[in-house]
């Protein structure tokens, strides 16, 4: 009787308690923490990295280093969701809110296009990046973010799927009308919402 309890565990993709209506429909619990970059690791110094808002704002912003390091910080748990039906949960971050990026940019337009060393970008409404919804994070687990998970930093939109956490970001440009980035202009969803399924254009 207990040893079948137990080994029920270890069953294909069955999930432990704790995850009950935490994982969105499709998804499987994973305990690594799979790499998915469609190029190279780019690796920029610290000495010439930094951080831009810009776009249709009435003055651009950008932030050095050490800048974006005198910005409040907060700590962020959550549970991240990759479209290729990973979850992870309660993963650890630490980073800057980008409601805090973005205090007291005039803006002009609703939408944002974060932009990353290598070229990848990805597009969101305001709405997803505002109201403590997302972090431009440096550090994972305690530790810096290792470069394969996009350090020095990254974007994170935990309630979107994961391809929205744009890694090696180095800044948001905002824009007047939405525009697709990297993957929603390959058939990806615009939105992504991993509760709507939202994986490819048309869900
Ligand atoms: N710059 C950049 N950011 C990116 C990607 C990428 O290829 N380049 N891949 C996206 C996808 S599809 C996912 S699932 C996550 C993966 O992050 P991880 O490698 O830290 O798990 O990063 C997202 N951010
Ligand atoms: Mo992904």
Known sequence: MADRIVSRGFHGR???AEAAGRVPPGQYVERDFPVLSAGPTPRTPLDRWDFSVDGAVAAPRRWTWSEFHALPRELITRDIHC?????????????????TLLAGVELRGGYVLAFCDGGYTTNLPLED??????WV???????????????????????????????????LRVLDEDEPGFWE???????????????YSGD
């Open 137 to 171: 994070v440096d550090a994972y687990e305690g530790q810096p973010l290792p470069p394969e998970h996009g350090g020095p930093a990254r974007l994170l939109v935990p309630h979107l799927y994961f391809w929205k956490s744009a890694k090696w970001i180095r800044g």
């Open 185 to 199: 202009s390959l058939g990806y969803h615009n939105h992504g919402d991993p509760w709507q399924e939202q994986r």
């Open 129 to 134: 990046v505002t109201g403590g919804k997302a």
């Open 14 to 16: 069955r999930q432990p």
């Open 83 to 99: 479209v290729t039906k990973w979850t992870k949960l309660d993963t650890h971050w630490q980073g800057v809110a980008v409601d």
